[in-house]
Nanobody, 114 residues
Framework: QLQASGGGLVQPGGSLRLSCAAS????????MGWFRQAPGNQRELVAR???????NYADSVKGRTTISRDSAKNTVYLQMNSLKPEDTAVYYC??????????WGQGTQVTVSS
Protein backbone atom coordinates (compact mmCIF):
# COMPACT_ATOMS: atom_id res chain seq x y z
CA GLN A 1 0.00 0.00 0.00
CA LEU A 2 3.03 2.24 0.52
CA GLN A 3 5.87 2.21 -1.99
CA ALA A 4 9.08 3.91 -0.95
CA SER A 5 11.84 4.93 -3.32
CA GLY A 6 14.73 7.33 -3.70
CA GLY A 7 17.41 5.92 -1.45
CA GLY A 8 20.99 5.50 -2.50
CA LEU A 9 24.61 6.33 -1.86
CA VAL A 10 25.47 9.98 -1.40
CA GLN A 11 28.54 11.84 -0.21
CA PRO A 12 28.48 13.83 3.02
CA GLY A 13 26.90 17.20 2.38
CA GLY A 14 24.81 15.86 -0.44
CA SER A 15 21.06 15.64 -0.87
CA LEU A 16 18.44 12.98 -1.49
CA ARG A 17 14.71 13.02 -1.94
CA LEU A 18 12.74 10.02 -0.79
CA SER A 19 9.26 9.36 -2.14
CA CYS A 20 6.43 7.37 -0.62
CA ALA A 21 3.59 6.61 -2.99
CA ALA A 22 0.32 5.47 -1.45
CA SER A 23 -2.08 3.19 -3.28
CA UNK A 24 -4.98 5.29 -2.06
CA UNK A 25 -5.53 8.91 -1.20
CA UNK A 26 -2.97 10.33 1.21
CA UNK A 27 -5.77 12.50 2.54
CA UNK A 28 -7.34 9.35 3.99
CA UNK A 29 -4.51 9.06 6.50
CA UNK A 30 -4.29 10.90 9.79
CA UNK A 31 -0.57 11.27 9.33
CA MET A 32 2.26 10.08 7.13
CA GLY A 33 5.92 10.06 7.88
CA TRP A 34 9.36 8.60 7.64
CA PHE A 35 11.22 6.52 10.17
CA ARG A 36 14.73 5.17 9.97
CA GLN A 37 16.65 2.33 11.48
CA ALA A 38 20.41 2.02 11.57
CA PRO A 39 22.10 -1.29 12.39
CA GLY A 40 21.90 -2.00 16.10
CA ASN A 41 19.51 0.88 16.69
CA GLN A 42 15.80 1.12 17.23
CA ARG A 43 13.56 2.52 14.55
CA GLU A 44 13.17 6.25 15.08
CA LEU A 45 10.95 8.97 13.72
CA VAL A 46 12.59 11.27 11.20
CA ALA A 47 9.65 13.43 10.16
CA ARG A 48 5.90 13.29 9.81
CA UNK A 49 3.14 15.37 8.37
CA UNK A 50 -0.21 15.48 10.11
CA UNK A 51 -3.36 16.40 8.29
CA UNK A 52 -1.37 17.60 5.32
CA UNK A 53 0.14 20.66 6.96
CA UNK A 54 1.47 20.15 10.49
CA UNK A 55 5.01 18.81 10.47
CA ASN A 56 7.23 17.29 13.12
CA TYR A 57 10.96 16.64 12.80
CA ALA A 58 13.53 14.81 14.84
CA ASP A 59 16.01 17.23 16.37
CA SER A 60 18.82 15.49 14.50
CA VAL A 61 17.38 16.46 11.10
CA LYS A 62 15.76 19.83 11.82
CA GLY A 63 16.88 22.51 9.43
CA ARG A 64 18.19 19.95 6.94
CA THR A 65 15.04 18.03 6.11
CA THR A 66 11.63 18.87 4.71
CA ILE A 67 8.61 16.60 4.55
CA SER A 68 5.85 17.44 2.11
CA ARG A 69 2.74 15.91 0.65
CA ASP A 70 1.37 16.00 -2.88
CA SER A 71 -2.27 14.99 -2.65
CA ALA A 72 -2.68 14.93 -6.42
CA LYS A 73 0.03 12.30 -6.71
CA ASN A 74 -0.80 10.54 -3.43
CA THR A 75 2.84 10.86 -2.51
CA VAL A 76 4.81 12.08 0.47
CA TYR A 77 8.35 13.32 0.01
CA LEU A 78 11.32 13.63 2.32
CA GLN A 79 13.91 16.09 1.08
CA MET A 80 17.16 15.62 2.95
CA ASN A 81 20.02 18.08 2.56
CA SER A 82 23.46 18.41 4.12
CA LEU A 83 23.48 14.68 4.71
CA LYS A 84 25.83 13.28 7.33
CA PRO A 85 27.25 9.78 7.78
CA GLU A 86 25.02 9.40 10.82
CA ASP A 87 21.99 9.70 8.55
CA THR A 88 22.89 6.29 7.12
CA ALA A 89 20.00 3.94 7.75
CA VAL A 90 17.12 2.11 6.18
CA TYR A 91 14.29 4.59 5.80
CA TYR A 92 10.69 3.43 6.12
CA CYS A 93 7.56 5.19 5.02
CA UNK A 94 4.70 5.10 7.52
CA UNK A 95 1.03 5.97 7.46
CA UNK A 96 -1.41 6.14 10.35
CA UNK A 97 -5.10 5.96 9.58
CA UNK A 98 -7.95 7.43 11.58
CA UNK A 99 -8.46 4.11 13.36
CA UNK A 100 -4.81 4.36 14.49
CA UNK A 101 -3.70 1.45 12.30
CA UNK A 102 -0.07 1.69 11.18
CA UNK A 103 1.03 0.89 7.67
CA TRP A 104 4.62 0.49 6.57
CA GLY A 105 6.29 0.59 3.23
CA GLN A 106 9.35 -1.44 2.38
CA GLY A 107 12.57 0.17 3.49
CA THR A 108 14.90 2.12 1.26
CA GLN A 109 18.59 2.26 2.08
CA VAL A 110 20.30 5.61 2.48
CA THR A 111 24.08 5.50 2.77
CA VAL A 112 26.09 8.64 3.36
CA SER A 113 29.74 7.99 2.74
CA SER A 114 32.72 9.39 0.91
Amino acid sequence: QLQASGGGLVQPGGSLRLSCAASGSVSSFRSMGWFRQAPGNQRELVARIIGGSVTNYADSVKGRTTISRDSAKNTVYLQMNSLKPEDTAVYYCNALDWQLNNYWGQGTQVTVSS
